[in-house]
């Protein structure tokens, strides 16, 4: 066993059967947390879109996370919100989401951002890219010594992200990533056979 775990991310379309396919794949394996992750709607469509997804995951007790919107976060009762440096700040966030809510940072290849987040009080903090990614725009590369370094000086979670496949992902959890977050890897194809083969790769299935 391992004590990694899979981080899933949606696609940006969540529409039509992606609910069928979302079930297919938390039912496939262990997974810990799905990222709603969807751009350019206004929050009333983007709460129409969530709120299926929302039970599908509260019934299989996997944490429902919000990307970049504190305020979809809190209209829905999310379990947390995930914030790139650009979508506001972890103090924002918890003191509109309350004590309980989990708070993520994107922290790219930086150190320094990451310890700021940790300090600020994150409860966890995503390094990558590591491995070149479909789903968005590789700017920094993240290094597995970085894994490493955090797994060393920190208690807070870290999150791998960025290209990871059931094939790639075995150095990023030796090094010490406590999760692994997956989008296209598992949506680009047959998603329960993905959600499996992540489980078997990192050693919860």
């Given at each position: 066993?391992?004590?990694?775990q899979l981080y899933l991310i949606s696609p940006l379309d969540v529409s039509g059967p992606f609910p069928d396919r979302l079930a297919r794949a938390?039912?496939?394996a262990p997974v810990a947390a799905f990222q709603f992750r969807v751009k350019g709607l206004d929050e009333h469509e983007a709460a129409r879109l969530a709120?299926?997804?929302?039970?599908?995951?509260?019934?299989?007790?996997v944490a429902f996370i919000v990307n970049d919107s504190i305020s979809l976060a809190k209209r829905l009762g999310a379990d947390g919100v995930h914030l790139g440096q650009g979508d506001g700040v972890v103090a924002d966030a918890r003191?509109?989401?309350?004590?309980e809510a989990q708070i993520g940072v994107t922290c790219h290849?930086?150190?320094?951002l990451a310890m700021e987040a940790g300090e600020a009080g994150a409860d966890y903090v995503a390094f990558g890219a590591f491995f070149p990614s479909t789903t968005?725009?590789?700017?920094?590369?993240?290094?597995?010594?970085?894994?490493r370094w955090w797994q060393r000086i920190m208690e807070l979670p870290c999150v791998a992200i960025g290209g990871i496949?059931?094939?790639?992902c075995a150095p990023l959890v030796e090094a010490g990533a406590d999760?692994?977050?997956v989008s296209h890897s598992v949506w680009g194809g047959d998603e329960a056979a993905a959600v499996k083969a992540f489980g078997k790769a990192i050693g919860l299935a």
């Amino acid at each position: 066993m391992t004590d990694c775990q899979l981080y899933l991310i949606s696609p940006l379309d969540v529409s039509g059967p992606f609910p069928d396919r979302l079930a297919r794949a938390l039912d496939a394996a262990p997974v810990a947390a799905f990222q709603f992750r969807v751009k350019g709607l206004d929050e009333h469509e983007a709460a129409r879109l969530a709120e299926p997804l929302q039970a599908i995951c509260s019934a299989r007790d996997v944490a429902f996370i919000v990307n970049d919107s504190i305020s979809l976060a809190k209209r829905l009762g999310a379990d947390g919100v995930h914030l790139g440096q650009g979508d506001g700040v972890v103090a924002d966030a918890r003191e509109r989401l309350g004590r309980e809510a989990q708070i993520g940072v994107t922290c790219h290849a930086s150190r320094d951002l990451a310890m700021e987040a940790g300090e600020a009080g994150a409860d966890y903090v995503a390094f990558g890219a590591f491995f070149p990614s479909t789903t968005k725009q590789t700017e920094h590369v993240a290094e597995l010594e970085t894994l490493r370094w955090w797994q060393r000086i920190m208690e807070l979670p870290c999150v791998a992200i960025g290209g990871i496949t059931p094939e790639n992902c075995a150095p990023l959890v030796e090094a010490g990533a406590d999760f692994i977050a997956v989008s296209h890897s598992v949506w680009g194809g047959d998603e329960a056979a993905a959600v499996k083969a992540f489980g078997k790769a990192i050693g919860l299935a």
